[in-house]
C-alpha cells in the first residue's frame, strides 16, 4: 500500500447534504437561541433592510463615498 493510500485510509469521505446552503451564519449555527427576542428581531430586520438596498449601494461602495439616501432608513 502506497504511503497516498494509507493516509487516505485514515479519513472518512465527506457527508453529501441535499439541505440547501445558507448565508445565515445566525440561523445555521442556532446564535438566535442565545439572544434576547428584541435583539433577535433587530437582527433581522437590519438583514432585510440590506437585502433591498445592497444593490443601490454598491456604486457608493466602489466610489467610497457615503449614501446619504440611507440615513432616513437607519
Known amino acids: ?3 497516498l493510500n494509507l493516509l487516505n485510509s485514515h479519513f472518512t469521505p465527506a457527508v453529501v447534504s441535499n439541505k440547501q ?5 445566525w440561523e445555521s449555527l442556532g446564535y438566535d437561541k442565545h439572544l434576547t427576542p428584541k435583539f433577535v428581531e433587530t437582527r433581522k430586520n437590519v438583514a432585510k433592510l440590506m437585502d433591498e438596498v ?5 456604486p ?11 440615513l432616513p432608513k437607519l
Open 21 to 25: 446552503p445558507t448565508l445565515n451564519v
Open 54 to 58: 445592497y444593490l443601490d449601494l454598491i
Open 60 to 70: 457608493y461602495i466602489n466610489r467610497t463615498e457615503f449614501p446619504m439616501f440611507m
Open 1 to 3: 500500500m502506497n504511503k
